[in-house]
């Protein structure tokens, strides 16, 4: 037991350091997993041959991730992607096989272990892609969606892959290993059975997954919140994940694709959101363990000896499946950043590659020593995927906001104003609407055209251009104008803009929001009239509201926020003045944090003093504070 807490613990010190350190440098989880892999694994070595085994155990991962992506859907919405499910998703396989097998036969190899490594590295990386996607918020987006539909394909086509390959044997390995291609690693309901009797076995596991995730799954759960015992449910939970999966192994299906079947069944269920809780945990841990694994399962001394045609073939994989899925996405229309998202998320091979890797040596179709390298391969392609969704970050996202910004120019601005808003997000729109209602001539300039088309269906007369060019602002009428309200959504344009305002027009009033305490003083410096932080007001709303909740008196509550802002307007220049001193590149100093402590305490003396419930006749009518 000693030896498993260690290895256990190793794991998780790995994961706790390793993946926080790449989620701050902007690299995604996935990344900062296989990192910690092959840091306990070829770097030091504190991990060994046991990866191979926890990788099988942690591909449960996957066969979870499916269950709950299952239950985001319904029939009707799986019906409805039916033509990117088997259209996009088939030509992908198809095209991608057939590249594979041209490119394997051309390098050597016979047709049928070609035509085997087609098809392993058709398939691309369901664990990495749907967790990257679900990580930054792409799998609503069309290229998520589209990227999901052939994932989905993918796992289903592994099924007739695995059918195939006992089929593609080879004499002269099998003579080799002196076993033959029906070899049994493990217990199977149709190992021995006529294909007929086979395919009714299939068709009956698939049919018990559904009628009984339709007809047994709520009374059996009904059953099990009536204990009121929440472990009870998640052993139910993780029962049911578990019971599907072996299930499906004992009839040679996928346990992810009867993971995805069930959930889609569940999907309507009244307990859905209570197994995505229960089954959530396990998820991201498996799923996080079996990136581990792939990082610590690669073998240093195939990779020394053979670095160059692994990383040339690891490239290649990547390239050639990225001109499958561009024409593909040119193809059905997939226009834009989504195309590239597309391209980029499934250039890779995937977990199921080692699946059908492992399966083609036991059925001698490939050999050993070129299943190492073919496993590297699919390593290191899967490797370098959170690169590419860095460079669709950094590279590919922005560029097409630009393009579709700079593609058009500026409009003409008619108009002339005494108010010039830069900026109509969330926090723009408020700022206008309380303007036009009181028929107050504004101006509005916005450099994103989503948003100047969503306040002109509001009938907000906007224009589109980058409100930090000060010869827009001039055509806008800025030396006419006597307030300049500045709420765009970036910091150092934000900047900019005041800055220039005020050092030509410095008889305009400029209003200036905020994101936070220093982006206020640095909107100060710049020289705003007035700054407001976007969450200072709402803030202060919430935390009476707090002190009500808590047993406060209501007027209390109201004097104690108004005592708060009173305190913060009394030491506000105090803490400019320190913040001015700081260095650059530093945030904080002694001496703001020890004014900043100084503010604490006066705070606290001035919520003690006491206070005696006013009478209706007592009750102040209220004003700002700095209007009193």
Known sequence: MTEYFVQAFIYLVAAVIAVPLAKRLGLGSVLGYLVAGVVIGPVTGLV????????????????????????????????????????????????????????????????????????????????????????KGLAKTEGGRSAFSVLLFQDIAVI????????????????????????????????HLPGWAHALT???????????????????????????????FT?????????????????NLSPALGAFLAGVVLANSEFRHELEANIEPFKGLLLGLFFITVGAGINFEVLVAEWGTILTLGMAVIVVKALILLGLAVL???????????????????????????????????????????????????????????????????????????EREADTIDDRAPVIVAGVGRFGQIVCRLLRANNIPIVVLDHEIEQIENVRRINIQSYFGDASRLELLETAGIEDARLLVVAIDDRDRSVRIVEHVKQFYPGVWVLARAFDRGHSYQLRK???????????????????????????????????????????????????????????????????????????????????????????EDVPIWTPPDQR
């Open 48 to 135: 060994g041959q046991e990866a191979t085994t926890i990788q099988h155990f942690a591909e449960f991962g996957v066969v979870m991730m499916l269950f709950l992506v299952g239950m985001e859907l319904d029939p009707k919405a799986l019906w409805a992607m039916r033509v990117r499910l088997v259209g996009l998703g088939g030509l992908q396989v198809v095209l991608s096989i057939a590249a594979g097998t041209a490119v394997a036969w051309w390098l050597g190899l016979v047709w049928q272990t070609a035509l085997t490594v087609g098809l392993i590295f058709a398939l691309s990386s369901t664990a990495i892609v749907l967790q990257t996607l679900n990580e």
């Open 160 to 191: 007739p892959m695995l059918a195939l390959i006992p089929l593609l044997a080879l004499p002269d390995l099998m003579a080799e290993s002196g076993t033959g291609a029906g070899h049994d690693s493990g217990l199977s309901l149709v190992a």
């Open 202 to 232: 299939v068709i009956a596991a698939v049919a018990a997954v559904i009628v009984g995730g339709f007809y047994l799954s709520r009374p059996l759960f009904r059953y099990v919140v009536q204990s009121g015992l929440r472990e009870v």
């Open 235 to 251: 052993a139910t939970a993780l029962m049911l994940v578990i019971g599907i999966a072996a299930l499906m192994s004992l009839v």
């Open 332 to 406: 059905f229309r997939i226009h834009g950043s989504n195309g590239w998202l597309f391209t980029l998320g499934l250039a890779q091979a995937g977990e199921f590659g080692f699946v059908l890797l492992t399966y083609s040596v036991q059925n001698s179709v490939i050999s050993i020593e070129l299943s190492q390298v073919l496993s590297l391969v699919v390593a290191l392609s899967m490797f370098l995927t959170p690169l590419l969704f860095i460079a669709y970050d950094r590279v590919v996202l922005p560029r097409y906001r630009r393009a579709k910004n700079d």
């Open 526 to 616: 710049a020289g705003a009239d007035d700054v407001v932080s976007e969450t200072y007001h709402s803030a202060l709303e919430l935390g009476g509201h707090a002190l009500t909740a808590m047993g406060v008196h209501p007027l209390r509550a109201k004097q104690m926020t108004w005592t708060f802002v009173d305190n913060e307007k009394a030491h506000e220049d105090e803490l400019f003045e320190a913040w001015q001193e700081i260095e650059e590149g530093i945030s904080f100093s002694p001496r703001y944090g020890e004014l900043f402590m100084k503010l604490e305490e006066a705070l606290s003396s001035a919520m003690d003093k006491d206070w005696e419930e006013p009478t209706r």
